[in-house]
């Protein structure tokens, strides 16, 4: 999968979610922390602490098992939602989180951001 498509894959994840997953908001949000605990886990792990556990996911595997679940808590909490308007809410709200910390280091998220045709939005090449 291009990183082009990772969109399409929030939505498709949100969908199977709404499909398959019964669980009800409550218990897909402790999932979620239970997952973050696995994430801080292989972090640690990372950075050679708890060597005496045995990991079988690195910390790319568990950051996608938190946002797994964040995407289902968030499909299942919205069933009235299809899940093309759950991805373009979190598309959305992801954008506007991005505009504050942008602003917070001083900067403008326009600014920052690679454009798809490898020029960042002042017109400069990212590749020079």
Known sequence: MKIDDYGQFVIDI????????PMPPWALALKTGEEVGEFHTAILYELG???HK???????EEAADVMNCLIATLANLYPNKTPEQ???ALMAA???????YASRIGQRLEDLCVQRDGSQADGKNSEA
Request: charged share 30%; with cysteine; glycine share 4%.
């Open 14 to 21: 949100a969908r199977m979610s709404c499909e398959h997953d």
């Open 86 to 88: 759950i991805g373009t």
């Open 94 to 100: 992801h954008v506007k989180k991005a505009e504050v």
């Open 54 to 60: 045995v990991m079988k996911d690195t910390p790319f």
């Open 49 to 51: 602490f708890l060597r």
